[in-house]
C-alpha cells in the first residue's frame, strides 16, 4: 500500500520561502498523480497543487498561482511543492496524497486514495 511522508513545513515569515516534501513509497513516476492541499484551522481543506501521473498536466489553485511550483524528482521519489513569497494566509497543514493513473480532476481531493500525515506550515506577518 502506498505510503506518504510529507516533510519540509515550519514558521517562515510573510515574503519567505520553504520547500515541502513528499516522499512516496512506490514508484510515483509509473503510476500516481500526487496533489498538495492544506487545511488552515475552523476552514475545509483545500486544493493547492497536483501533477498527473505521466507529469504533463499540472494545476495550480489561483490562490499561490505564481507563487508556488510543483515539481517531482525521479532519483528520489519525491514530489517538492517550492512556496515563495508566502502570506499569512498560506498558514495551514499541508497535505500530499497519491491517485492511482490520474490525469484530470486534479484538484477534487476523492479523486485521492491515499494521504500522507501533512506538515505543519506557520508564516507571520
Known amino acids: 500500500q502506498m505510503q506518504l511522508v510529507e516533510s519540509g513545513g515550519g514558521l517562515v515569515q510573510a515574503g519567505g520561502s520553504l520547500r515541502l516534501s513528499c516522499a512516496a513509497s512506490?514508484?510515483?513516476?509509473?503510476?500516481?498523480?500526487i496533489g498538495w492541499f492544506r487545511q488552515a484551522p475552523g476552514k475545509e481543506r483545500e486544493f493547492v497543487a497536483a501533477?498527473?501521473?505521466?507529469?504533463?498536466?499540472?494545476e495550480y489553485a489561483d490562490s499561490v498561482k505564481g507563487r508556488f511550483t510543483i515539481s517531482r524528482d525521479s532519483v528520489y521519489n519525491t514530489v517538492y511543492l517550492q512556496m515563495n513569497s508566502l502570506k499569512p494566509e498560506d498558514t495551514a497543514v499541508y497535505y500530499c496524497?497519491?491517485?492511482?493513473?490520474?490525469?484530470?480532476?486534479?484538484?477534487?481531493?476523492?479523486?485521492?486514495?491515499?494521504w500522507g500525515q501533512g506538515t505543519q506550515v506557520a508564516v507571520s506577518s
Open positions: 512506490e514508484n510515483i513516476f509509473s503510476s500516481y498523480a
Open positions: 496524497a497519491a491517485a492511482y493513473r490520474q490525469s484530470y480532476y486534479l484538484s477534487s481531493s476523492s479523486s485521492y486514495d491515499y
Open positions: 501533477i498527473s501521473w505521466t507529469g504533463g498536466n499540472i
